[in-house]
C-alpha cells in the first residue's frame, strides 16, 4: 500500500468545502451567509432542479409525507416569492395538464412583491391582509381552494422574541384566510417558529382541522428554528361560540 503523503490526512473532504474570503465592505455575517449558501446541497439540488431556490425541498418534503399536492388540487400560495412552492405545487397538481390522465390542478400565487411568471401558475401581486382578499382570491380560483400553503417569514428585527411573534401573527392572518376560502377537507401548511406563542394558533387549527401535525422537514436548517405545521381535513364552516 502506498503511503499518504504527509500532512494529507483528511484534506481530500476538507478541500470539497468552498471558503469566501471577507470582502471590502462586506460584513462577516454576510460572508458566513454567503460561504453556507455556497456548500448547502440544497441550494446545489435547486440550481440543478431549476427550483427557485432551497425551500422548494422543504414542500417537497411535506408533500411527499402528507399528499396534500395531488393532481387536480386547487392551490393558493400566499406570500410565494421568489415562486419555488409554486414550481413544485404546478408539477405536483398537473395545473399545465401534461399528465393527460390525471386531473389537471390550479395554482395560484399572491404577493407584495411583483414576481417573474411561473409556468402553469396565476400569479398576483396582493396584499392578502387588505380587505376584500378573500373574495379576490375565490374570484382568481374560480371557487374554493384545496391547499393554502404559506412560506411567509416577517422580516428580521434581530430580537428573537419579536421575531417569533411577527411570524405567529403571519401565520394567524394566512389561517384565517385559509378558514375562508378552503374546501371542507382542505389542507393549511404555514411555517411557524418554535417557541411559546403559537398556543393559541395550534388550538384554532385543532378545532377547525381533524388533524394538525408539526414537522421539521430534512430541507429545515438544522441551526434554524423554523418548523411546519400541516393542518388537514378542513371541517369547514363552524361557529366560532
Known amino acids: 500500500m502506498a503511503k499518504q503523503p504527509k500532512n494529507a490526512s483528511g484534506r481530500g473532504q476538507r478541500d470539497l468545502k468552498v471558503k469566501v474570503k471577507t470582502a471590502r465592505g462586506r460584513k462577516l455575517s454576510s460572508t458566513l451567509w454567503l460561504q453556507r449558501q455556497l456548500n448547502d446541497p440544497y441550494v446545489k439540488r435547486a440550481h440543478a432542479d431549476g427550483y427557485r431556490g432551497r425551500a422548494a ?23 410565494c416569492a421568489p415562486g419555488g412552492w409554486c414550481q413544485v405545487a404546478v408539477r405536483r397538481v398537473n395545473a399545465l395538464g401534461e399528465r393527460k390522465s390525471k386531473a389537471q390542478g390550479f395554482v395560484l400565487g399572491v404577493d407584495l412583491q411583483e414576481v417573474d411568471p411561473i409556468p402553469g401558475a396565476q400569479i398576483h401581486q396582493l396584499d392578502f391582509m387588505e380587505d376584500g382578499a378573500d373574495d379576490k382570491v375565490k374570484a382568481w380560483l374560480g371557487g374554493p381552494a384545496d391547499v393554502v400553503m404559506s412560506d411567509m417569514a416577517a422580516s428580521a428585527s434581530g430580537h428573537k422574541q419579536t421575531d417569533h411573534l411577527r411570524i405567529i401573527a403571519l401565520c394567524e392572518a394566512a389561517a ?11 389542507t393549511f401548511v404555514a411555517k411557524v417558529l418554535a417557541g411559546g406563542a403559537e398556543g393559541t394558533l395550534q388550538q ?6 381533524t388533524k394538525v401535525a408539526n414537522v421539521k422537514p430534512p430541507a429545515s436548517r438544522q441551526d434554524s428554528s423554523e418548523k411546519f405545521v400541516v393542518a388537514t381535513g378542513f371541517r369547514g364552516q363552524i361557529s366560532d361560540r
Open 204 to 209: 384554532t387549527l385543532k378545532r377547525r382541522f
Open 176 to 186: 384565517e384566510l385559509a378558514f375562508d376560502v378552503l374546501e371542507e377537507g382542505g
Open 57 to 79: 425541498y422543504k414542500i417537497l418534503e411535506l408533500d411527499d409525507k402528507y399528499r396534500f399536492l395531488v393532481p387536480g388540487a386547487r392551490v393558493v400560495d400566499l406570500g
